[in-house]
């Protein structure tokens, strides 16, 4: 079994495994995951299924990974209730009073760990509207900050996304990077209170337009204009030998932040992941 399972009082056929389970409503609850001749069946309740891959039918959707949250996404399923997934694949539901209450009563209380939040939904709407430029800042200038960080093998690893080949890496020799439009589509995934007066925030987000300004022996990009040119902007040979290079990336990050209250001021940041956000059409 994928997951948890409930004994439900319903016969069931060979085949049926993976088919639907309805409500008295008309809404989808679970899938089929077994039974025998004769009952009982058994039922995997549908928000433990969002994890899994699911198949389907049409074939532009055959190709990856295909979940039943990536088809709300394309509007071809509809999820009743408060469901949202991080760029990790973190599923968080927030669910009512009576959902909650049925939950525990489920599962048994003992099972239940508290999250020790330190604000609710209402109170991190107000936090986010009063300290938004704060946390722009800081996230904007820890991306920046790591980036700049890593070794010129690492930042060939993310422009080796963008489908500059190997040849055209292999000959940086240094690079800078800046960003050029700041945060985009970020959302807290947690908060915890920790010690007395702290909140240790758990954010993702995106920096727009990232520029990397690379530096690479100039006869070798003379050698290899097609290839550099392909994947760079603004080629300029400057009196050292080396020429520079632009290329443009939109990247996602993943950062814890930590707050303190009491001077009300974030005083850490760290970025935690990193991803390169593709272009659309690419395959990449």
């Not at 056929?13 to 008295?24: R, Y």
């Not at 963008?162 to 800046?178: Q, Y």
């Not at 040979?237 to 990247?251: K, L, P, S, Y």
Request: charged share 25%; with cysteine.
């Amino acid at each position: 079994m994928p997951a948890a399972c409930i004994e439900v009082a319903m016969d069931t056929f060979g085949g049926m495994s993976g088919g639907p389970v309805a409500n008295d409503d008309g809404y989808v609850i679970g899938v089929v995951s077994s039974s025998f001749d004769g009952g009982p069946s058994y039922v995997t309740l549908i928000w433990d299924v969002m994890r899994h891959s699911i198949n389907l039918t049409a074939p532009w959707l055959q190709r990856g990974k295909v979940t039943l949250l990536s088809t709300r996404d394309l509007g071809l399923v509809k999820l009743k209730g408060n469901v949202k997934r991080s760029r990790r694949g973190d599923v968080v539901m927030t669910m009512t009073a009576e959902e909650m209450k049925q939950f525990v009563d489920a599962v048994g209380p003992a099972r239940i760990r508290p999250t020790n939040i330190a604000l609710d939904d209402e109170q991190l709407e107000t936090f986010m509207d009063d300290h938004s430029h704060d946390i722009d800042e800081a996230l904007s200038q820890a991306a920046i900050d790591y980036l700049s960080s890593v070794p010129v093998k690492t930042a060939c690893r993310f422009l080796r996304s963008n489908g500059v080949p190997d040849e055209c890496l292999e000959s940086i020799s240094s690079f800078k990077v800046e960003d050029f439009e700041g945060i985009e589509d970020l959302s807290v995934i947690s908060n915890t209170r920790i010690e007395e007066a702290g909140i240790l925030f758990m954010c993702e987000f995106e920096l727009r337009t990232v520029i990397w300004t690379v530096s690479a022996p100039t006869p070798v990009y003379v050698a290899n204009i097609p290839s550099f040119d392909a994947h760079f902007i603004n080629a300029e040979a400057g009196d050292d030998g080396q020429t520079n290079m632009e290329a443009i990336q939109r990247i996602f990050f993943e950062a814890k932040l930590i707050f303190d209250r009491a001077a009300d001021e974030f005083e850490e940041t760290h970025i935690t992941m990193t991803g390169v956000i593709p272009p659309r059409g690419s395959s990449t």
